[in-house]
């Protein structure tokens, strides 16, 4: 689990806020009960010394201290029912005290007097191994104030508050871990979507750009989202369109200008009556208007794939003779530079597509390795069909690419310095073009290089198995 994933953090929150709600929960259950409970034993401990009042005190006048007690004993016996009765004079002459209960859990005669106070006329007090809750009561006899108290164990509400206790802490972590579990589902499946927008955003890349984002049908934030990219998606998709067929006609354009232009040179070239120099500089002019021709074609080429051209011409294709036809078309420039090329062209692996443009793939880069390696230097290219692949590779032992370049030479215009240097080379389309009838065809290309270690082309198409 991510912990800074979205979900993660609202469950931790979650948690945490439940945990604070039941500890004030159970906090304030726990202290209005016991509250409650204290209340009422005070309530009935008070009824019962208003009724020893009522009842035998107001009768004792002109009797002795025995009959108070036989009286008191009697009426209310509270050696049987674990009570603590006590009658005090003037607070301090003590003219009854009950006997201490059965299981002698407390002892009458060690609890301590108070002094006389209205004001507070409940305490609790610990004799042996009991806590009583004494309640005061004060009434007055012939001048003399007398005092009753009344008092109980509250042992039972201690017990009664531990099993409260007890069964918070057993439910508390049941009841928060159920609740952030439900919580932990319920979020998963509000946030599914964006999983998908997500695996959706990933595949859309410049040259799937008509490609959406799912919406979900939610009428959430999420719906807004998703609707809102989708706009921003299809703004940068138009602009795209609009920069691509500005090329795509511009090139269109040129191409007939140029070739007027040029044929004219080469027509003018050719003319006895031009004097040498003024031939010399004509033909430098028409090299020029040649690689400006070659430089616009190549933007027409890719301005056409970009814009996915028809695949009309589609067909199954034997990459291994294409490529074998295409270097025995090229080993003459290779001779000239006295290169090696070694091939490695099993049968039988097959591919899908447009046979000139694939022969595109591999003039381009077989042109490349023979400018860009030295004379008396190796190129070796392989067909090879891998799992769900056909791999074509080439690899030469050229200047090779520094490795901060390797993710730019497939851009427009791009050349390394070195290639500069060495005066070959185009305008830096070649890669381009190779690029954009690999990404055509569904292939991914690649290069590994060190710099002056020579480098290796790799392009994986999607392995036809059928052959047609
Ligand atoms: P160019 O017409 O300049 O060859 P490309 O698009 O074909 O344009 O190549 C772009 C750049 O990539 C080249 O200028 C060169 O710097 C580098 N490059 C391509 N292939 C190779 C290679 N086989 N060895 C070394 N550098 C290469």
Redesign the pocket.
């Known amino acids: 689990m991510n912990p800074k994933s979205l979900r993660f953090q609202l469950m931790a929150w979650y948690g945490t806020l439940l945990v604070i709600a039941f500890l004030i929960f159970s906090a304030s259950i726990y202290f209005t009960l016991e509250h409650f409970l204290r209340q009422n034993i005070a309530t009935a401990l008070l009824n019962r010394a208003t009724q020893i009042s009522d009842n035998v005190l107001a009768d004792y006048k002109g009797h002795s201290l025995d009959w108070l007690k036989f009286e008191v004993d009697s009426r209310h016996a509270p050696q049987n029912s674990g009570r603590f009765i006590r009658i005090i004079k003037n607070g301090s002459e003590i003219l009854y005290v009950s006997e201490a209960p059965k299981d002698e859990s407390f002892d009458p005669a060690s609890i301590p007097l108070q002094p006389l106070n209205p004001h507070v006329p409940i305490r609790i007090v610990s004799s042996n191994k009991d806590q009583l809750l004494i309640r005061t009561f004060y009434t007055l006899m012939d001048g003399a104030t007398l005092t009753v108290e009344v008092g109980r164990s509250i042992v039972p509400i201690q017990e009664t508050m531990r099993g409260i206790v007890l069964s918070l802490i057993v439910s508390g972590p049941l009841v928060i871990g159920v609740a952030v579990f439900g919580a932990y589902i319920l979020v998963g499946r509000a946030l599914s979507p964006v999983d998908r927008i997500i695996a959706s955003a990933e595949r859309i890349t410049l040259e799937h750009l008509a490609n959406r984002l799912p919406v979900p049908a939610t009428g959430d934030e999420l719906e807004r989202l998703s609707n809102a990219l989708n706009r921003m998606i299809e703004r940068i998709d138009l602009a795209f369109k609009t920069d691509k067929r500005f090329i795509a006609d511009a090139s269109h354009e040129l191409r007939t200008p140029i070739a007027i232009i040029r044929a004219e040179l080469e027509a003018l070239g050719g003319s006895k009556a031009l004097h040498d120099s003024t031939r010399e500089r004509v033909g430098s002019i028409l090299e020029e208007v040649q690689r400006l021709g070659r430089t616009v074609e190549a933007l027409f080429a890719i301005a056409r794939l970009d814009a996915g051209e028809a695949q009309s011409e589609w067909k199954s294709i034997d990459l291994s003779k294409l490529v074998e036809l295409t270097t025995d078309q090229m080993c003459l420039l290779a001779e000239d530079k006295m290169l090696t090329v070694e091939t490695d062209l099993p049968e039988g692996v097959f591919i899908i597509g447009d046979q000139q443009r694939l022969k595109q793939i591999i003039v381009?880069?077989l042109?490349?390795?023979i400018?860009?390696?030295p004379e008396g230097g190796k190129i070796r290219i392989s067909v090879a069909a891998m799992l769900f692949d056909a791999v074509l590779q080439i690899s030469?032992t050229?200047?090779?690419?520094p490795v901060e370049?390797r993710d730019r030479?497939?851009d427009r215009f791009?050349?390394?310095d070195?290639?500069?240097n060495m005066n070959?080379?185009?305008?830096?389309?070649?890669?381009?073009i190779?690029k954009s009838i690999c990404t055509a065809h569904y292939a991914k290309i690649s290069v590994s290089?060190h710099l002056e270690a020579?480098?290796c082309?790799k392009v994986a198409f999607p392995l036809h198995t059928e052959k047609k």
């Open positions: 381009n880069l042109d490349n390795a400018k860009y390696t030469d050229g200047i090779g690419i370049c030479v497939f791009y050349r390394v070195s290639a500069k070959e080379g185009g305008a830096g389309l070649g890669l381009s190779v290089s020579g480098c082309f």
